[in-house]
């Protein structure tokens, strides 16, 4: 990786030059280009699926056209009828041919937003790693198959074993992050945020001593407004914002009261806690870590599995929104000075 690299713009740089070898360079241009193939797939579907709505709109309109004819009567009745069951049928084969492109270019439209997408995170992703100083991208070994998968099991069945397995481990990370704090904690910052108002609270009276004057300087804080003026006889709204200085009655509130409401909080919390299913946030911070890691690693062996499908020419693609790393067999190194 060039020196110079955090100095320049991300429009500036080529996301290949920002991989670490030539194995990388492979991986990513093969994503790429299957992006490439599945936007040339899905096209022509498309386009063929356009015209054959287009057929089948005409057919229609000039089928309801006769049928009015026929309405009118006249000489050409039997001539008519043979040629709206001509249309009928017509009319049935488009809309036969629709039915099955629709479905074809539903599937291939999707396979085009999966790749694209997996290759345009994987160019904005390179850009932002290019940009970041102290850091460098290094490849590492493939993970062998025989690591992944179980005797006799196909690549499809432990795809669908380690996507199973990286659902379980969002479930356990959502159940972690949202698991309540321990009340002890929080009771500690409310008094130390109790503290902090109540200091910023305390009213002065220097001047009276050191000045003679005969006057308390409460407290003020700053305050901001929305505003919002109607414009009579005109459809027309002003809006802005304003500022100004007021009495810090809650500040004062916790100088004068600071014990009672603490008492008063602690509480709450009491009332509202749940000590059982509480994480402290370092415990939750090192599960998440290693839940992380876990996902990588799961993600680094679906990638493995899905090369080799690909390589064999399966049609397999990459589950969405896998990681890039993972995609590109990649780690990020921090860079010692």
Same mark, same amino acid.
């Given at each position: 990786m060039n020196d110079d690299i955090?100095?320049?713009?991300?429009?500036?740089?080529?996301?290949?030059?920002?991989?670490?070898?030539?194995?990388?360079?492979?991986?990513?241009?093969?994503?790429?280009?299957?992006?490439?193939?599945?936007?040339?797939?899905?096209?022509?579907?498309?386009?063929?699926?356009?015209?054959?709505?287009?057929?089948?709109? =005409?057919?229609?309109? $000039?089928?309801?056209?006769? !049928? +009015? /004819?026929?309405?009118?009567?006249?000489?050409?009745?039997? &001539?008519?009828?043979?040629?709206?069951?001509?249309?009928?049928?017509?009319?049935?084969?488009?809309?036969?041919?629709?039915?099955?492109?629709?479905?074809?270019?539903?599937?291939?439209?999707?396979?085009?937003?999966n790749c694209e997408s997996l290759?345009?995170?994987?160019?904005?992703?390179?850009?932002?790693?290019?940009l970041r100083s102290g850091v460098r991208l290094s490849s590492i070994p493939q993970i062998a198959l025989s690591e992944i998968l179980g005797r006799d099991e196909p690549i499809s069945e432990a795809l669908k074993r380690l996507r199973l397995r990286l659902g379980e481990l969002e479930a356990d990370a959502h159940r972690i992050r949202s698991a309540p704090f321990p009340s002890e904690a929080?009771?500690?910052?409310?008094?130390?945020?109790?503290? =902090?108002?109540?200091? $910023?609270?305390?009213?002065? !009276? +220097? /001047?009276?001593?050191?000045?003679?004057?005969?006057?308390? &300087?409460?407290?003020?804080?700053?305050?901001?407004h929305d505003l919002t003026a109607v414009v009579l006889g005109a459809d027309t709204r002003v809006v802005g914002r304003a500022s100004g200085q007021v009495p810090d009655v809650i500040g004062l509130l916790c100088w004068v009261l600071r014990d009672t409401l603490t008492e008063k909080v602690n509480e709450l919390i009491d009332t509202n806690s749940d000590d059982a299913a509480a994480l402290a946030a370092d415990e939750r911070e090192k599960l998440l870590t290693q839940i992380e890691a876990d996902k990588l690693m799961t993600e680094r062996k679906e990638a493995a599995l899905v090369q080799a499908a690909q390589a064999a020419g399966e049609p397999i693609e990459h589950r969405d929104?896998?990681?890039?790393?993972?995609?590109?067999?990649?780690?990020l190194v921090t860079q010692t000075l």
């Open positions: 955090g100095c320049k713009s991300c429009f500036q740089i080529d996301p290949i030059d920002l991989l670490p070898d030539e194995g990388a360079r492979r991986r990513f241009e093969a994503i790429v280009d299957r992006a490439g193939h599945a936007r040339s797939t899905w096209s022509p579907l498309d386009e063929e699926m356009r015209a054959t709505r287009a057929e089948l709109h =005409r057919v229609e309109t $000039r089928r309801k056209q006769l !049928i +009015l /004819a026929r309405t009118a009567g006249g000489p050409v009745v039997d &001539k008519e009828a043979a040629q709206i069951r001509d249309l009928d049928v017509q009319a049935a084969g488009f809309a036969e041919k629709l039915r099955c492109l629709i479905g074809r270019e539903a599937t291939a439209a999707a396979r085009m937003r290759a345009s995170r994987c160019r904005a992703f390179l850009a932002r790693s290019g929080k009771k500690q910052d409310a008094a130390v945020l109790i503290a =902090r108002l109540a200091e $910023r609270g305390a009213p002065s !009276i +220097l /001047a009276m001593i050191d000045d003679n004057a005969r006057e308390i &300087k409460w407290p003020l804080i700053l305050q901001e929104g896998i990681s890039v790393l993972a995609a590109l067999q990649l780690e």
